[in-house]
């Protein structure tokens, strides 16, 4: 089984190039999310999504874009990357969400930004 | 939003128990207690969760207080591959408000299995 598949796995950008993150699952799940993680720190919400075609701000959205057009995948944009965007990104989804509902994580992209 | 405090840091011998604690005093009453881990280089994973009472699946079981202002997660056999960052969250109930469907991590605890 899949699960969450994110792409790519690994990136190094410099300052003001632009670049997509896809997040691909296949359990059929309504709600979608993207975190952050910085070193030593624990995830923050960038963005997130309830069904095809909605996305809702989350915690840091700030110089992030993001598009659900297919149930199936979730896009994180970065349209001029910046070096306090570097970070491992993380991709989530769950069933419907409510309390009940645990989610289920990707392994990652790893982004760097010179 | 409700917090959770947690150690910074566990260790725990091969093939023994570990508990890992968390309180929540602030917990409110529709929250749901979850419990997270990851590994190195790798993203979260379900470990647990429950509302009230003790729950048991094949990865570890939660303890909760009668209070809910506190839970214990049970590694009942540590091994290497539990070696990881364990994160306590609490998980609101409720639909709609900023809050809904979020995840707040915290630093979470280490946890060092010895061989």
């Given at each position: 089984?899949?699960?969450v ?6 990136r190094v950008?410099k300052?003001?190039?632009?670049m997509?993150?896809?997040?691909a699952?296949d359990?059929?799940?309504?709600y979608m ?16 999504s309830?069904g095809?075609?909605?996305?809702a701000k ?8 993001v598009?659900?057009l ?5 896009l994180l944009?970065?349209?001029?990357a910046?070096?306090?965007?570097t970070s491992?990104?993380f991709?989530a989804?769950s069933?419907?969400?409510?309390s009940n509902q ?8 790893r982004l760097s930004i010179? | ?6 150690p ?8 023994e128990p ?7 005093s602030?917990i409110?009453?529709?929250d749901?207690?979850h ?9 979260p994973e ?6 009230t009472?003790?729950?048991?699946n ?5 303890a909760i ?7 214990t997660?049970i ?8 070696a990881a ?7 609101p ?8 469907g979020?995840?707040?991590?915290g630093q ?8």
């Amino acid at each position: 089984n899949a699960g969450v598949t994110q792409t790519p796995k690994f990136r190094v950008l410099k300052t003001g190039q632009s670049m997509t993150l896809l997040c691909a699952q296949d359990m059929n799940h309504e709600y979608m999310y993207w975190y952050r993680q910085d070193p030593g720190m624990g995830l923050r919400l960038i963005h997130y999504s309830v069904g095809e075609g909605t996305t809702a701000k989350g915690e840091v959205p700030d110089g992030y874009n993001v598009s659900r057009l297919k149930k199936q995948n979730f896009l994180l944009g970065l349209e001029s990357a910046a070096p306090s965007q570097t970070s491992v990104y993380f991709c989530a989804s769950s069933w419907i969400t409510g309390s009940n509902q645990p989610q289920h994580f990707g392994d990652g992209t790893r982004l760097s930004i010179l | 939003d409700a917090k959770t405090t947690q150690p910074n840091s566990m260790e725990s011998n091969e093939e023994e128990p570990v508990h890992l604690p968390c309180n929540h005093s602030t917990i409110s009453g529709t929250d749901y207690i979850h419990w997270y881990r990851q590994l190195p280089s790798q993203g979260p994973e379900y470990v647990i969760h429950g509302l009230t009472s003790n729950v048991n699946n094949r990865m570890a079981s939660l303890a909760i207080a009668e209070d809910r202002k506190s839970s214990t997660l049970i590694l009942h056999r540590a091994t290497l591959r539990d070696a990881a960052v364990y994160y306590c969250i609490l998980y609101p109930s409720y639909a709609g408000g900023t809050s809904y469907g979020k995840l707040t991590f915290g630093q979470g605890t280490i946890l060092t299995v010895h061989p």
